[in-house]
């Protein structure tokens, strides 16, 4: 049995991952999906180390660099992210490998093999992580937000992006509409974590149900429960904001 750990913000490009691993090896076991570095941290503090870590580098709250700088994980690590051509270099020569999204089945065999050749040889996976990090201990990241949710079509995964998203809408499950009116089923479970991958200065949590981007309003209007924001043309609906939210909605909207 091989344990592995796969921490992706991405929740299809994650289960496909997983999905990819076990038709590759069997047995493979896929002890956890983490979506960012707080959850990761969580994790790690309350579980043994798995034999292989898949990391992504930009998650939604943080890159994954933090989970290695303030954790003592020893694991092997393969890398799942596009990145410059100076980190890729580094990821060559101190991870077991790095795999650019989307991820093919083929380098993935590839990359577990790699995997299995280095174990057996008794390298030491721990000084491999520690000269990663030391390269990049002087690199700062800024917040980065989701610039696209992967959506079902029929059979297809398509991507759409953030300022293509009118607004998302919780009716037990999350659906995304687009400006021109479409309608897609988003992958996420609860508006927080939606909530959690977007610009805070582009969509606003307006309640339970919604969240708006800034560019959907059309106009609002007082009421006595607090403010009703009608979203501009084809959307056309309603939404209510409470009395005691209507001060930040505004100063958000300003």
Sequence with gaps: MLNVVIVEDEQLIAKDLAKLLRQIAPEINVEAILPGVKKA?????????????????????????????QSTIECPVIFTTAYNEYAIEAFK??????????????????????????????????????????????????????????????NLLVPILTTQIAYFVKDEIIFIHTFDDQKYVCDHNTMDE?????????FYRANRQHIIHIDSVHHVRTTHKGLTIKLKPPLNIGIDISREKATDFKHWLS
């Design 41 to 69: 941290k969580q994790w790690f503090e309350q579980n043994p180390e798995p034999d292989l870590l898949f990391l992504d580098i930009q998650l939604s709250d943080g890159v994954s660099f933090d989970i290695l700088e």
């Design 93 to 154: 020569v101190n991870s077991i490998d790095y795999l650019l999204k989307p991820i093919e089945k083929e380098e993935l065999a590839r990359a577990l093999q790699k995997f299995k050749k280095l174990r057996e040889s008794g390298i030491e996976f721990k000084t491999q992580l520690k000269e990663l990090m030391q390269g990049f201990s002087n690199q700062e990241a800024a917040p980065q937000y989701k610039k696209r949710f992967l959506v079902h079509q029929r």
């Design 194 to 202: 939606v909530m959690d991958v977007l610009d805070p200065k582009v």
